[in-house]
């Protein structure tokens, strides 16, 4: 019984009984532990909503675009600075916030939805990702729209939502019955779609303010914790969208002009992070914080180079929302855990397939706006 009691951990002397039992013990860890691969996998809940099910279901609505990212596939890399004023060292110990640091950034500005060559809309939501890296090699890695509110609040609602909104071919608009339909189902989206609506559409990505949605928790250095959102907030003067910006001939106007922009002068904007308090929601990102939570401006971000997506670029970044420093924490919002996962997904399709050159160049065009 030596051979056997060593591979099972038992100590010597051990009963044939015992030993049984601790056998029946190890077989239901192992296959406890496969089950919960196989559930995690869909493997045992064919209706499970998985990673791969809501990438999945974005390339079924956008059509295959290998080596693209399935959401938010066109984009500028953009690369930069962030300088910390101090301010945010009392709310977090993550190193970036010290007074006076410098931290490097990459990032990307880009457009939602998986068309990579559409032309540029004006309603069309605008994202910022960054990668912040650290003095101490940590990152902080975070994607944030031009929106207040996120649509929805689960994943499973977010999944929902994707298949309503599937334009319909005849018209090349969604169908209005069936986002109809999803409202009456997620009331709480059709309130954070009416927020959305009323927002002001800015005339570019220079001038619109960028949001975390998500609540997340900083913690400080004497160990308090506190619920936050953030938000980069431009110092370049908002200006509405008009109808004659909107109508140009340039399919890539909002990059087009974004690029020469940055080429004239760094680019701006303020973090800002709002401090949530103990009634605030974390879990629901539909919901906006009470108008009168204190803000505090932490620092600026300063971009200052734009490159077209390329090899070991930002087109090769995965801008995972849960890749936090020490002193950024999550928040109890299951979208978070849900977007980590389907970007880990998407980034490990289109790693393995052939890439085409990027729509938006970030060449200079001489009818850019500035």
């Known amino acids: 019984m030596t051979l056997l009691n060593d591979l099972t951990g038992a100590p010597p002397g051990m009963t044939g009984r015992s030993l049984l039992l601790r056998l029946s013990t190890l077989g239901a860890v192992v296959a406890g532990t496969a089950g919960g691969f196989a559930y995690a996998g869909g493997w045992l809940s064919p209706g499970l909503l998985t990673p791969a099910r809501i990438v999945d279901r974005f390339e079924a609505v956008n059509g295959p675009h290998p080596g693209f990212r399935r959401n938010h596939a066109k984009g500028l890399c953009v690369a930069g600075r962030f300088a910390a004023n101090g301010a945010g060292a009392r709310l977090s110990k993550a190193a970036l916030f010290a007074p006076g640091q410098v931290t490097p950034v990459l990032g990307r500005v880009a457009l939602a939805g998986g068309q990579p060559y ?58 209005p019955a069936r986002m109809a339909a999803f409202f009456a189902d997620h009331p709480e989206s059709a309130r954070a779609a ?48 008009t109808p004659a910006r909107a109508g140009q001939a340039d399919r890539n106007a909002l990059f087009d002009t974004f690029a020469a922009q940055v080429r004239q002068n760094p680019q701006r904007w303020h973090l800002v992070v709002t401090l949530g308090r103990v009634e605030d929601p974390t879990a629901d990102a539909t919901q906006p914080w009470p108008p ?79």
């Open 194 to 241: 009416a927020l959305i609506k009323a927002r002001i559409v800015t005339g570019g990505f220079a001038d619109s303010t960028f949001w975390s949605l998500n609540a997340f928790r900083f913690v400080a250095a004497n160990g308090s914790v506190r619920p936050v959102r953030w938000a980069f907030v431009p110092e370049r003067m908002a200006t509405a969208e």
């Open 118 to 175: 559409a032309a540029d809309a004006e309603t069309t939501v605008r994202s910022l990702a960054l990668l912040f890296r650290q003095s101490d090699g940590e990152e902080w890695r975070t994607g944030m729209n031009n929106i207040p509110v996120f649509p929805v609040r689960t994943p499973e609602a977010f999944a929902a939502q994707l298949l309503a909104a599937k334009p319909d071919p005849a018209t090349g608009k969604p169908d």
């Open 292 to 370: 009168d939570r204190e803000g505090v401006d932490v620092g600026t971000l300063s971009l200052t180079e734009v490159t077209p997506e390329a090899p070991h670029t930002c087109r090769d970044i995965n801008f995972d929302p849960l890749v936090l420093p020490d002193g950024i924490a999550p928040s109890d919002d299951p979208l978070l855990s849900a977007r980590s996962a389907a970007y880990a997904q998407s980034f490990t399709r289109r790693a393995g397939e052939a890439k085409a050159p990027s729509a938006v160049t970030g060449a200079p065009n001489p009818g850019a706006a500035l």
